[in-house]
């Protein structure tokens, strides 16, 4: 029992004389990468056929509205690429044109995104836009503070849809990489 | 990452407790059974102790020179390798001030002082590091937690008195009484709510966020304006002598002898609160909002031609769920800390302190207990953490060598390690006590890939005389 004890204290002294650390490498935090990928929705428009038929055939609806956060220094700083994703459906029964516009702060429309889409029935249509990389440039979304938003009728003002509830809807959503580290 | 969220609560102090030879084993039961006539702490010297834990990552595993690319040491090891209920850990504490004296009652022993003591800790936020690496594209319904952000921390100082009563032959009772005086606190322990990407009921896709989160401080302004030498630390310093926060609690503990070789003892410490009343601030973000981006829905919408679309969504999401400061008062409990043991004492008895110096043995009956040279037994240790109770098994083999030395080499297993060696020597030269410990030896192999170390170390000055 005592051979045992002087021996156990000797390797535990030994083990405390006798510490020491691995090499580490702390620069390897410089490579650390962090680029989340975030997604969320951008606008949803909805018009009924009520509303395009209380107009002549023609521009029924056009809207200039802020819309800051592609330009809010957080993204515009960070953001490497991504995608807007459009997603119309029309169930009126005129064909339509729906034109988003990208405007700066000096009112210049930086770009415009237009569609076309045939009366009811004509399923739904979608559109991926891809910016940065081999897409378009990120300093159209980095350089926008305001959307416009022009529809047109390309039919009559009388015809109905059969289809309930007859309107024309516009999704978006934007997924973009965002470089934190 | 994992080092910004450094956070640490009470150590457990596995060798130092019921080593009766110390003095500072009082403050970990005060009912630890001395036989010291007085005794003084070096000031600031007599109690240092030192401890930091890992549960689920090691300096090692992120920054060993292995070749290993760091984003897939960052990705595996950390962001999916840790679960919320790891936790980085650590806490310290310094005896300011600490004596003791046996009473004219040989049966009493007192003991006070002050010891400054800082602890924290913080559990892995995992939904949130893995939300800000990934990002909720691709995790569409799935929820992250935001209940995985719970820390707590606090720097005090704590002037304290026990008595420590001998009842009987077999039992030796103490109680602790404290008065907590905090410096800084912070907490955020009770977080619930999530955040998730779901299909949208209008456009594509639906952010919701519900959120019940709070982070309460204490002290953290005047810490800052310290920080920023818009202050001098005397602020802080008042602070931790009634300028601040104050609180009370109280310790017992017993050793009790089940026969002449066998005894139990027990504690109980930090039954205490502190309430916050000074300094305070507090941040909260309470509500529950969806969002579709910016919605424009004909013929309503076009009624109002100078709508801002973008900044009235922002403004409504901030209603919901609005970000508020407030300076209520309030109150934390202490981490409560329970130990147990189980020793059995054999061997060759040692001839009693007292005899030798001066054959002057106090009367009381403890003081002609006799002491072996051998004890070996079992260790309990429960902390209460905001995650819940806590465990850690210890057992350990002590060694006495005379009067002049004595030795305690600890095994212990917990959260943080199945490999913990520990050992404590505790040297008397004359009236001079010195003691220094140490844990989870085995990992002085390679300190980078230790999850928990931690010290303590002491001066003290002891008398045996004649009462």
């Given amino acids: 029992m005592k051979k045992l004890t002087v021996y156990t204290f000797i390797v535990t002294f030994f083990l405390l004389l006798t510490s020491c650390i691995e090499e580490q490498d702390f620069d390897q935090y410089n490579d650390l990468s962090v680029v989340p990928v975030l997604e969320s929705s951008i606008l949803y428009l909805e018009a009924t056929e009520d509303v395009i038929n209380n107009v002549p055939p023609g521009p029924f609806y056009s809207e200039d509205f802020n819309f800051d956060p592609f330009s809010e220094e ?22 339509l044109t729906l034109n988003i516009e990208f405007i700066n702060d000096a009112d210049t429309v930086l770009d415009v995104e237009s569609f076309t889409i045939e009366a009811s029935p004509s399923g739904t249509f979608q559109r991926d836009v891809t910016y940065g990389n081999s897409g378009k440039s990120l300093d159209i979304l980095r350089n926008t503070s305001k ?35 | 990452m994992v080092f910004a969220c450094f956070f640490a609560t009470g150590q457990n102090k596995q060798i130092l ?14 009912g630890t059974e001395t036989d010291f006539k007085w005794y003084s702490g070096v000031p600031a010297l007599s109690g ?34 840790m679960n919320p209920r790891d936790d980085l850990s650590g806490t310290y504490q310094i005896d300011l001030i600490n004596f003791g004296y046996r009473g004219a009652k ?71 009484g404290k008065l907590y005086s905090g410096i800084f606190d912070f907490t955020s322990t009770k977080n619930r709510g999530y955040f998730v990407t779901t299909e949208g009921e209008n456009n594509l896709l639906a952010n919701t966020i519900n959120a019940d989160l709070e982070l309460k401080t204490s002290g953290a ?64 973000l309470k509500g529950n909002a969806t969002v579709e981006g910016v919605e424009i829905i004909l013929p309503d919408d076009a009624n109002n031609p100078n709508a801002n679309f973008w900044q009235d969504l922002v403004d409504e999401v901030e209603e919901l769920v609005p970000f508020e400061e407030n300076r209520e008062s309030y109150i934390t409990f202490r981490p409560t800390k ?37 004890s070996v037994g079992g260790q309990l ?23 002049i030395m004595a030795l305690k080499t600890t095994y212990t297993v917990d959260k943080y390690s199945y490999s913990n060696v520990g050992l404590g020597v505790n040297l008397q030269a004359g009236p001079v006590n010195m003691y220094f410990m140490a844990d989870n030896l085995l990992a002085y192999r390679n300190i980078a890939a230790s999850n928990y170390a931690s010290f303590q170390l002491g001066i003290n000055i002891i008398s045996w005389g004649k009462n």
């Fill in chain 2, 48 to 81: 240092i102790s030192f401890q930091a834990g890992s549960s689920g990552i090691s300096v090692n595993d992120l920054f060993a020179d292995d070749g290993v690319n760091f984003n897939d040491k960052i990705r595996d090891r950390l962001i999916n390798g």
């Fill in chain 2, 381 to 403: 240790y429960v902390i209460n953490r905001p995650r819940g109770p806590q465990a850690a098994l210890t057992a350990f083999y002590q060694r006495r060598f005379g009067n």
């Fill in chain 1, 147 to 181: 959307i416009r938003v022009t529809a047109s009728n390309n039919g009559d003002n009388t015809s109905t849809s059969t289809v309930t509830p007859p309107l024309v809807t516009l999704k978006s959503s934007g997924k973009f990489s965002v470089r934190l580290k």
């Fill in chain 2, 106 to 176: 040989t049966n009493n022993f007192y003991s006070f002082g002050i010891y400054h003591e800082g602890d924290a800790i913080g559990y892995w936020f995992k939904d949130y590091a893995k939300l800000a690496y990934e990002g909720n594209a691709d995790n569409l319904n799935n929820r992250f937690d935001l209940g995985h952000l719970k820390t707590r921390g606090e720097i005090l100082n704590v002037f304290h008195f026990g008595v420590t009563k001998q009842i009987d032959k077999k039992l030796t009772f103490g109680v602790r």
């Fill in chain 2, 338 to 374: 329970l130990y147990g043991s189980l020793r059995y004492n054999f061997g060759e008895p040692v001839q009693p302190k007292t005899k030798m110096d001066c054959d002057c043995r106090m009367p009381n009956k403890s003081s002609n207990r006799i002491k072996y040279r051998n």
């Fill in chain 2, 221 to 284: 302004i005047t810490l800052d304006h310290v920080l920023d030498e818009e202050a001098s630390a005397t602020e802080l310093i008042k602070r931790g002598f009634f300028g601040g926060d104050l609180g009370l609690g109280v310790d017992f503990g017993f050793t009790y002898y089940l026969n002449d070789q066998t005894v139990i003892t027990g504690s109980v410490l930090d039954l205490g609160f502190i309430y916050h009343n000074t300094d305070v601030l507090s941040y909260s």
């Fill in chain 1, 74 to 95: 957080f993204f515009s700083d960070r953001v490497l690429d991504g995608v807007i994703t459009y997603e119309l459906e029309n169930t009126t029964s005129k064909p």
């Fill in chain 2, 17 to 30: 407790y019921d080593f009766s030879e110390i003095p500072q084993a009082l403050l970990i039961n005060p």
